[in-house]
């Protein structure tokens, strides 16, 4: 199954975010972010696959513009 993202949302008052994915059973996964797209910052590299689905809610850092995320299987 291709990784690909699902679903993405932001809660601003509480200052967090849930990303859904397609993936695959007993794989592990790694959020990481970026504000420019050249220099990625590990939010999570232990995130074990929920299935055909998985889903990650985290905090969000405060003001900023635009962040980038991205998914990567290890």
């Not at 220099?39 to 999570?44: K, Q, S």
């Amino acid at each position: 199954v291709a990784l690909q993202v699902t679903g993405f949302g932001m809660n601003a008052q509480s200052a967090t975010a849930s990303i859904t994915w397609t993936s695959s059973a007993g794989i592990f996964y790694a959020i990481e972010s970026s504000t420019n797209l050249q220099l990625w910052e590990e939010i999570d590299d232990g995130i074990l696959s929920q299935g055909q689905s998985t889903t990650y809610d985290f905090q969000v850092g405060g003001g900023l513009e635009k962040v980038f995320y991205r998914i990567v299987a290890r």
